[in-house]
């Protein structure tokens, strides 16, 4: 069982929707991430934070804001999304300031009609 | 950006035997590598890492090899099994980007029963 947790796992929502994703990790670390997957494509990242810092945001637009209350937790709040927003929404959790591989949860699978 | 690629989309072995899977950087200065295994529904699971300071590291089945002369990775699957069918990929850290990783797309590996 990953000990990083993303609710919901499937998510259906309309272009004017408002919805989160949420995260959890139960590892210890000190880095979060999010990354977008979409078919045949390599993992995209979208936003690190580290030690409730964001560090990282990789052009991401607007409609998607990000949040990190503490070093467990990790949201992604979304807002009028586009049908290309549809993905796999994965994130993970790490230590940063070592050589230390990112850990994975299993995703949120997002449809936008 | 960086690109990491694997040089075949997709594999099919034989149950029992070996499995090799490459991947090209085009980073010198990377000094982290992993490969993940991303099973239908999930998300990546972490395989194996391997510093730039070795050649070669060994886990339960699975060997990582590191040449960094021609910039390539592969991981070596030892008596492949059914439930080592999933997609895998290899990730790059460069040092100069703290521990932001830049992955492939991926190899669907397929074990023939």
């Known amino acids: 069982e990953t000990g990083v947790t993303q609710t919901p796992r499937h998510l259906v929502m309309g272009m004017t929707n408002k919805k989160s994703l949420k995260c959890e990790q139960h590892l210890g670390h000190n880095a979060m991430y999010w990354y977008k997957q979409s078919a045949k494509k390599p993992l995209e990242l979208m936003f690190v934070y580290s030690l409730e810092e964001r560090v990282e945001n990789n052009s991401v637009p607007s409609r998607f804001s990000p949040e990190c209350p503490n070093s467990s937790h990790l949201f992604l709040h979304l807002h009028t999304l586009q049908p290309e927003d549809s993905a796999l929404y994965l994130c993970?959790?790490?230590?940063?300031?070592?050589?230390?591989?990112?850990?994975f949860g299993n995703g949120t699978r997002l449809t936008v009609t | 950006g960086e690109s990491v690629g694997l040089h075949l989309p997709t594999l099919s072995v034989q149950e029992g035997d070996n499995s090799i899977i490459n991947c090209a950087y085009s980073?010198?200065?990377?000094?982290?590598f992993i490969w993940y295994k991303q099973e239908s529904g999930k998300g990546p699971q972490f395989i194996i890492d391997i510093r730039s300071n070795m050649d070669k590291r060994q886990g339960q089945r699975v060997t990582v090899l590191l040449n960094k002369t021609v910039k390539h990775l592969s991981l070596q699957i030892a008596a492949t099994q059914p439930g080592d069918s999933a997609v895998y990929f290899c990730?790059?850290?460069?040092?100069?980007?703290?521990?932001?990783?830049?992955f492939g797309t991926g190899t669907s590996l397929t074990v023939i029963p």
């Open positions: 993970a959790s790490s230590r940063q300031g070592v050589d230390s591989p990112l850990h």
């Open positions: 980073n010198s200065a990377s000094d982290y």
């Open positions: 990730a790059e850290m460069l040092s100069n980007t703290g521990n932001q990783f830049y």
